[in-house]
């Protein structure tokens, strides 16, 4: 006994209506009320599967021979209605796994753009930290050369004093020396010409070994005191450069802008030219002379 289908008529005169009407419906998607009323639509659809289901099993439950035709029939409705739901729910589908993709695309050209800003940053520090080592060599460099000249100055002028004090000793002694060559070419009158005249060469060869020794002696203490006045000079130097360093930048900037500012009172010719190498010695004895008014 064929299976009583007429229990479907209802069902299949409400999808052929669902067809006939979606065959109609035009929804656009892209814009959210379209796209609401075509969620919509398929909502109204999907209820019609749960009719089929309902209608379904209340023939499957009268009539348990024809389960085979009913199922048929039924596979064959829901097929219907897939396509019809494949229609509208593919474009959604197809909006949605776009929007994620934009999504993810977006969200990985955000990360590229900040690991790219992140490197930029890291590049522009190592540029910066290399010109800093840079300058701050440069600086030294010119530290050392304006130490070194004007310690050259000071120990060239203690040398000259010292030179100066040991030729007016070693001419002392020369004269008392020719003073004492005149006794003994006095005395000479008086003595044996071979006395008076191994006197003479006695008086004579002291004469001239104590010219040496001054001389000598006055080489020693110019090397001793170019010594000391070069070891003295690093060390006020390096007093100096702590000193300053030890100061805020700002009380370092004023003690500067002080030491410019006396110099240019006491030596406006030596100011106006602070690319010279004098310059920079004379700001540097203002400075400490005012680090060690400071610290008085």
Known sequence: MPADLTKFDPIRAEIAKYKEENASLVFNYEDPQGNKEARSHIYKLRQTKAKINDVHKTTKAEALAACQEIDSEKRLLMGAVEEMIDVHAKPIKAIEDRIEQERLAKIAAEQEAKELEEKRKADEMAAREVEVARREAEVKAQEDE??????????????????????????????????????????????????????????LDAADRARQEAAAEAERQHRAQRRKELQQREEALAECRRALDALSPTARQQIEAQARQQLRQDNPALAAHPDTTAYEIVILDYIANILDNASD
């Open 146 to 203: 304006t130490a070194r000249i004007k310690a050259e100055i000071t120990a060239n002028r203690q040398a000259k004093q010292i030179a100066e004090e040991v030729a007016r000793k070693a001419e002392a002694r020369r004269v008392k020396a020719e003073e004492d060559a005149r006794k003994a070419e006095y005395m000479q009158k008086e003595l044996n010409a071979e006395r008076v005249e191994r006197e003479k060469r006695i008086a």
